[in-house]
Every structure is written in C-alpha cells, then in structure tokens.
C-alpha cells in the first residue's frame, strides 16, 4: 500500500455506538432530509462529468464551525464548540480558487466564504440611504462588497458550491453522512477537509429533558455520553477511496502532536492539521506518514492568511494520491 495511503488498518469501530447515535437522533425532518439528498444528488451529477481540460473533477467537502449540544429536547440551552469558521471559509475559497467543487457543511451563523473582508455588521455598516428609495453601497466598502457578491454568484452559478448548516452535533453527524454516501462514488477525486469542530460529549436525545431544566431544583448534575468517533466509519464505509483530511485542536502544545499522530494511525486519514487555539491563525503542522510539515502565514505580507498555502499543500498532495489509485 502506498504511505500516502495509509494503512488499511482500522481500529475496531464501534459500530452499535454509532448505530444508537444514528437511532436515537432527532430526525431533521421529511421534507428536510429530502431536499438535503436531492441538493447533494444534483450537485454530484453536476459535478461528476469532466471539466473543460478533460480531467475529472474533484469535489472537496469542507466542514466549518462548532456543533451544539443541546440539554433539553425543546432547547433553550446548550453547550457550543469553539470555532469562528474562519478556517473553512477561507479555504472553501481557495479550493473553489483551486478547480475544486465544494460541499461547505456549516454552523449557522459563522464566516461564509468570501464575506471575511466585510466589517461585522455588513447590511449596517456597508449600506447608505442616499435617496428616499435608493439604497447605496458606501464608498469605502464598494470593491469588497463587489468582490463579494459576484466571486460569490459566481461560484453559485457554475454549481460549484453547496452550502449546507447545521446547528447541533445530531444535524452535522446526519448531514456529513449523506454527504459521504453521495461522494462515494467519486472515487479518489472526493476529498474531506474536516474543521469542524465537533462535539465530543453529548446527551442522548432520549434521556434529555423535554422542557426547560428548572434552577429551582437546585444545582444541576449531567451525565454527557461520547459521541462515537465517526472519522473510521466515514473512512472505511461511507466513502472509503476518498482523500481524508481532519484537524486536531489543542490548547496544550506539549499533546498536540501526539494526538494528531494518534489520529493520523487510529483513523487512518490521509492527513491531520494540527493547530493550537492561540496561534492557529498563524501556524498549523500537517501530519503524514512521510513526516511533518510546518506552514506558517506569510508575515510579509498583510492580509496573508495560512489557509492559502494550506490548502496549496493538499491540493498537491491529493493529486499525488489520484495518480496513485489510477
Ligand atoms: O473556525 P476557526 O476559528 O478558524 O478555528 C479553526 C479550528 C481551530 C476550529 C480548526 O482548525 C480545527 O482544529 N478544527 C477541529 C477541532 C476539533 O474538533 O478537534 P477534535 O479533537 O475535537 O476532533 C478531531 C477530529 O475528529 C475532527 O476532524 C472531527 O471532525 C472528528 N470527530 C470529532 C468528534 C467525533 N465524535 N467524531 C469525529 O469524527
């Protein structure tokens, strides 16, 4: 097997974890779960001929932002994962940049791609009234907002790009899973680029309370189960030739790459992006087989970002593996 590869090995999978997470998850609903399926059959039958050069195309799946989870059934509160969704918007960018078709499975509410040079507030602070019934866009903000809008129709209008949200870790999990089984048979051109960051704790949907938990009742204990660790099974059984990419997050840097190598074997992906909280705008290493590799933002240079010579790194490292499956 080719090191790029990974070993087929896999760790054993707890598959009747993962299928009582699967069961007892609240449904996203019918009409939903239908519209998802048929987003993503389109977008692949679009996305599965050759493009103009003849090559095939290649189809990346982003995931971006934190999943909730929530402590009552009709949730009024919850607990959240770090993440701005800085990292998957702007690499969303740079693999549309890059040729690429993009699943991009989102937390509601955080960075969208092209939108990372808009202030906060855009409808507020980019906008003026100039007349009774014109609204204009303010000088200052004219090119970003331009830029923004048409890279972003733009995109839309080739069908390169899916944007799917999500909010809890029931939606992200159900959500990824039809998106692996429908880029399943793209073979070796699919690619998971997966920094979400996920939930590794959560209540059951049938032990949770169905009302808003009452403080009068005094402090609150909760017992959280683990969420099954879906990285094998996505690996080996919802799309298993596809080039798969996971981030590792850690606060201590003593662990980080210790745990990112243990991913890197225990799931068998293709590569970790190992960052630490503080300085993963900065600097990420990317873990392999062959070795470690450090990309660090261009500081020369304003405005650079790491993403961009990140994404540069995978995208030459999944050609490699396209070639090696053919
Ligand atoms: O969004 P930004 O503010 O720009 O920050 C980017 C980031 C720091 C969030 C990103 O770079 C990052 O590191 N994302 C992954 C964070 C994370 O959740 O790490 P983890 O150790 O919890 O999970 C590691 C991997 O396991 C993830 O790829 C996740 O998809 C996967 N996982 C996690 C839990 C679970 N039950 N099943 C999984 O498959």
């Known amino acids: 097997m080719d090191a790029i590869n990974g070993s087929e090995s896999f760790e054993e999978i707890p598959y009747a974890d993962i299928k009582s997470f699967f069961d007892s998850a609240p449904s996203l609903g019918d009409a939903a779960e239908t519209k998802i399926k048929e ?72 960075c969208q791609p092209y939108c990372s040079s ?50 809890t870790i029931f939606e992200y999990l159900q959500i990824l899973q039809f998106i692996a089984l429908s880029m399943r048979s793209l073979g070796p051109n699919a690619m998971f680029y997966l920094a979400a960051a996920v939930s590794d704790f959560y209540v059951p949907w049938e032990s949770m309370a169905l009302h808003k938990i009452q403080s009068a009742s005094g402090p609150l204990d909760i017992r959280l189960a683990q969420v ?27 662990i980080l790459l210790e745990k990112a190598d243990m991913a890197l ?36 240079h304003a405005g650079a970002d790491v993403e961009e010579p990140l994404v540069k790194l995978i995208v030459d490292r999944h050609s490699a593996y396209i070639s090696s499956q053919s």
């Open 118 to 167: 808009l202030p906060d507030d855009p409808l507020l602070e980019c906008f003026e009234v100039s007349s009774e019934s014109n609204i204009t866009v303010h000088q200052t903000h004219a090119e970003k907002v331009k830029g923004a809008i048409s890279d972003h129709r733009a995109a839309i209008a080739r069908g390169s790009l899916l944007k799917l949200p999500f909010t």
């Open 228 to 254: 099954p660790k879906m990285l094998p099974v996505l690996r080996k059984d919802w799309a298993p030739m596809a080039f798969c990419i996971s981030f590792k997050l850690e606060t201590d840097t003593k």
């Open 39 to 110: 987003e993503l059959e389109n977008f692949i039958r679009r996305n599965s001929s050759p493009s103009e050069n003849g090559t095939a195309r290649r189809v990346v799946c982003v995931t971006s932002g934190g999943t909730t989870v929530p402590l009552e059934q009709r949730c009024v509160r919850y607990i959240d994962n770090f993440s701005s969704g800085h990292r998957g918007a702007a690499s969303t960018e740079y693999f549309l940049k890059a040729g690429y078709a993009v699943v991009f499975l989102y937390r509601k509410g955080t």
């Open 265 to 300: 074997k225990k799931y068998n992906m293709h590569m970790v992006v190992a960052n630490e909280l503080k300085t993963r705008k900065e600097e990420v290493i990317v873990v392999t087989k062959n070795g470690n590799i450090t990309i660090r933002r261009d500081m020369t």
